[in-house]
């Protein structure tokens, strides 16, 4: 195995000069190359929609897609009030002008709701009416105290257009389902009101087109305009505050947006700074940032080839490409700059330092992206969308740093030394490496020993770990959204929608009495569970139309708020309520009316909080509707359905790294039982940091559930290097010991650079606005410091215990 690796060693050298002698070629040719890849970085797109957390494939998000398609969208953008007195006059125009100026002035909308024009159903002499609450203004106390009784009498109004207290009313937006990007409006002269209605409403596609729904810019279009204009209502008596999961959806893309723009310029000041410090040359600068910056946008680029969108979990990839892949050009320089200084040939440094370290990282690039395409197979879409490109940004990250690091260092001028220093006087850094590799080989059972208790302690923290998945907390707690949202699922119980389709598969099944009393049924019911934290704050249906046109019919009467139980009288009323001008049944049925729409209001709570609230309602709709079909869909079922997917994947993405890198690490090596415990020193900070986080109560989220399968990419890279050096001295001497301190004081120095590049690259996410990216920057940033712990500690005692019989034959060898 010694025999092939020299010979590819040799290989690499070779390739060198040819690279040397062809710089200019080489240089033309990659960067044609790169302009053709980096041309469609303009094509990208963000997403940070709920749904785009799930695969296109997945059947909750195609029954998500079914349901907006026939129902509309279900993310409301609720604007609570808050005022002592919300019946008096003043308040009421106050609310009316502001329920005006937004349907005005918000683009996108399909229906706003408020007091101001809440359906208002009542019979006038035989007739059924259906008009606006406030359609007839209310200009004296009488009239609006009749309004204020008619409000609290309508049970349908409660915890949805006032609070239980009478002290909060809302306005609820309901925007477009489908996007208005790429549709054609017709604005014609003469024909304006038409005009204006196309515009209000554009044309849906196609039903063979592909249908493209709401986009995220067009939703933060949405949120923006509401907020420039509720901003001018607020009032100490007029408290608004503005919340759902569109809003929520937008604050978290302006967090990312924000996070992103920091994180590029604090990783780029970073790895400057700590190249200048390691190399003190322009050139140990620039050049491995230019490679660095060259692999970022390619990867981006590529990402907008292929459709690909930035979504919450892959907002990391920038900073993560900068930290990483700077330590390939780190290691290469590294051995350039030293052999230059020996032998002051450019040639000689270029091709030995490829020689040297071209073979180890091919290797740690291949394992790196090893660990992260193991994400590629999740089915959460974001995670294996960053696997998938981080694993291709880190090979195109190895191929330029192998193909044109050593073709830019062949033309690029470099300072001469004055003479040739064959052994450079120790540093500090020397002196720090030289004592900790007398402590590894010096104490090796002891370090082995200190490291099991320390592993087992961690263990025992890595059971207590917990899942989760709340995007709303990822906000900080002053956040406007979060304080609002959180402020109206307490007040108003509830600002997400939890959707169950009840399908008869019959047409005019609702007709039938049966269906809709265990629809009535289901609903009383739901309106009292509570399960765990989440709650039903309300639930209703059908039904809820249904009893108000039969009270109207019966002379307004309270006792008449019922459903009739005549098939031939419910057709009627559902007849004549489509005939009044009213279209919400569209909001609750199909036009066959076979299927019956389910709505219940919900607390934007801890997807995981959800598993056992949603087994109960499928156990009792699986109970109470045997022969009918059921689809549990919404916002919440979104929600739960991404945690349950990232906990899945993560123990199956997690052993398929482990199986990947444990195999190359094998092959790189070319010994079975060195290659198996080389793996300790790697998964042994994966292990401590599932302690830490079990132990400091840091739950298990999209973005913590990475760290696991990046850090063990990542550490295996030191590992690489430390077992390739060590086992090339130890081939030539068959002294461990001399070959641990060797390898310590050449490749130690470039883990220990790299290492700082890549911990600090994470450790700047402790700055985000975001808290979950806090613990992920801060939970990477020590497993990567903890690697290199073990790969100066852990890996040296392993490998002086392993070889020590060799050291001994070594030595009687060589003594008289």
Not at 652 to 673: E, K, P, V
């Amino acid at each position: 195995m010694a025999n092939i690796r020299n010979r590819v060693e040799k290989w690499f050298e070779d390739y060198a000069r040819v690279i040397y002698y062809n710089r200019i070629k080489t240089i033309l040719i990659m960067f044609v190359v790169i302009a053709a890849i980096v041309s469609q970085i303009p094509k990208i797109t963000i997403d940070i929609s709920t749904e785009g957390f799930l695969h296109k494939t997945d059947p909750t998000l195609i029954e998500y897609n079914a349901f907006r398609d026939q129902f509309g969208r279900d993310e409301l953008i609720i604007i609570a009030i808050n005022s002592p007195e919300i019946f008096n006059e003043n308040f009421l125009s106050k609310l009316k002008t502001m329920h005006n100026e937004l349907a005005e002035k918000v683009p996108y909308i399909e229906d706003i709701t408020s007091l101001v024009n809440a359906r208002n159903t009542h019979g006038e002499q035989d007739a059924l009416i259906v008009a606006e609450l406030l359609e007839d203004w209310p200009e004296t106390p009488e009239a609006i105290a009749a309004i204020q009784q008619r409000v609290l009498d309508n049970p349908m109004f409660k915890n949805t257009l006032i609070s239980e207290d009478g002290t909060f009313t809302t306005i609820m937006i309901k925007t477009q389902t489908y996007s208005s990007i790429g549709v054609d409006i017709d604005v014609l002269e003469g024909f304006e009101d038409d005009a204006k209605q196309d515009a209000a409403e554009p044309k849906k596609p196609d039903e063979f087109e592909e249908r493209k729904y709401l986009t995220d810019e067009e939703n933060s279009e949405v949120v923006n305009a509401v907020r420039n204009v509720v901003v001018k209502y607020k009032a100490p008596d007029f408290q608004v505050y503005i919340a759902g999961s569109s809003v929520v959806t937008h604050f978290l893309k302006k967090s990312m947006m924000k996070d992103i723009r920091r994180f590029v310029l604090l990783a780029l000041l970073t790895v400057a700074f700590f190249l200048f410090i390691m190399f003190r040359r322009i050139s140990g600068v620039v050049l491995p940032l230019l490679i660095v910056l060259l692999s970022l946008v390619s990867t981006i680029s590529l990402m907008a080839t292929f459709g690909v969108p930035i979504k919450l979990p892959t907002q990391i990839l920038p900073s993560f490409m900068l930290a990483v892949s700077v330590g390939y050009s780190v290691h290469i320089l590294a051995i350039f700059y030293h052999r230059y200084r020996k032998s002051l040939n450019k040639e000689d440094a270029v091709v030995y330092s490829m020689g040297h370290s071209g073979l180890a990282i091919f290797f740690t690039a291949v394992t790196t992206a090893g660990g992260l395409f193991s994400f590629s197979t999740s089915e959460v879409a974001p995670v294996a969308d960053l696997g998938k490109f981080a694993g291709t940004g880190v090979l195109l990250a190895m191929v330029y740093t192998l193909v044109l690091l050593p073709a830019l260092l062949s033309i690029v001028p470099i300072k001469a030394y004055k003479e040739k220093i064959d052994e450079p006087k120790a540093t500090a850094t020397d002196r720090f490496l030289a004592a900790i590799g007398k402590i590894a080989t010096g104490y090796p059972y002891t370090i082995l020993i200190v490291s099991a208790i320390i592993l087992a302690l961690s263990i025992a923290g890595a059971m207590k770990i917990r899942f989760s998945h709340d995007p709303l907390r990822w906000l900080p707690k002053t956040n406007s959204a979060r304080i609002a949202t959180e402020k109206i699922d307490q007040e108003l119980r509830g600002s997400i929608s939890l959707e169950i389709i009840v399908d008869t598969e019959k047409e005019n099944g609702l007709y039938e009495p049966d269906i809709l009393n265990r629809l009535e049924e289901s609903a009383k019911y739901l309106e009292t569970l509570k399960v765990g934290e989440i709650f039903a704050g309300k639930a209703w249906s059908l039904t809820t139309i249904l009893k108000e046109i039969n009270r109207a019919l019966n002379e307004n009467r309270k006792e008449f708020y019922t459903i009739p139980q005549d098939r031939k009288l419910i057709a009627q009323e559902l007849l004549l309520f489509e005939n009044s001008g009213s279209d919400d049944m569209e909001d609750f049925t199909d036009s066959q009316l076979s299927k019956a729409r389910l709505m219940i209001k919900v607390p934007f709570k801890d997807a995981v909080a959800y598993s056992n609230f949603l087994d109960v309602i499928k156990e009792h709709f699986q109970r109470f509707y045997p022969d009918e079909k059921i689809i549990t869909t919404g916002m919440s079922t979104l929600l739960f359905r991404t945690v349950s997917n990232a906990i899945d994947s993560m123990a199956r993405s997690y052993l398929y790294a482990f199986i990947i890198i444990t195999i190359l690490m094998i092959l790189l090596i070319g010994h079975l039982r060195i290659g198996l415990l080389s793996m300790v020193p790697n998964l042994a900070p994966i292990i401590v940091t599932l302690g830490l986080m079990g132990w400091f109560k840091i739950p298990m989220n999209l973005f913590t559930m990475l760290v696991g399968n990046i850090a063990i990419g990542l550490a295996v890279d030191d590992t690489i290097h430390f077992m390739h050096n060590f086992r090339r001295y130890f081939e030539e001497t068959g002294d461990a010991e001399f070959a641990v301190m060797e390898t310590l004081h050449t490749a130690g120095r470039a883990m220990l650079v790299t290492s700082c590049v890549l911990s600090i690259g994470f450790f700047i996410f402790i700055f985000a606005t975001m808290n979950n990216l806090f613990h992920f920057g801060l939970l990477t940033g020590f497993t990567i410091v903890m690697a290199l712990v073990a790969d100066y500690f852990i890996a040296p005692a392993l490998m002086v215990i392993v070889n020590k019989n060799r050291s001994k034959l070594t030595a009687e060898s060589k003594s008289p």
